[in-house]
């Protein structure tokens, strides 16, 4: 069993930054992968970005390349989420997810989440 718990989340504006975090528990943290899904208002969850075991791959949705960077630091238990140049768009609650394997942007294949944590953007 792994336990997740997101924080960092908050008030930003338009380009502003935030740095999201995930801390985990309950199971060697390098055993499995970690990602990023936001899920705004009205609208499906949504992959953001993936980092595999030891940090060797990350992944990133389209819409988030180049502003986002997902990092890990094992020796903490811990995920980042850094999010520059913030659009009111990026407006979600951000969840963070792990698995042990499987298709690293599929909702389906994570097994355990966080409770997520509110992002908002203003314009």
């Known amino acids: 069993q792994v336990q997740l718990v997101e924080s960092g989340g908050g008030l930003v504006q338009a380009g502003g930054s935030l740095r999201l975090s995930c801390a985990a528990s309950g199971r060697t943290f390098s055993s499995y992968y970690m990602a990023w899904f936001r899920q705004a208002p009205k609208k499906e969850r949504e992959f953001v970005a993936a980092?595999?075991?030891?940090?060797?791959?990350?992944y990133y949705a389209d819409s988030v390349k180049g502003r986002f960077t997902v990092s890990r630091d094992n020796a903490k238990n811990t995920g980042y989420l850094q999010m520059n140049s913030l659009k009111p768009e990026d407006t979600a609650v951000y969840y963070c997810?792990?698995?042990?394997?499987?298709?690293?942007?599929?909702?389906?294949?994570?097994?355990?989440w966080g409770q997520g944590t509110q992002v908002t953007v203003s314009s």
């Open positions: 980092i595999s075991y030891h940090g060797g791959s990350t």
């Open positions: 997810a792990a698995q042990y394997s499987g298709s690293y942007y599929s909702i389906d294949d994570y097994l355990y």
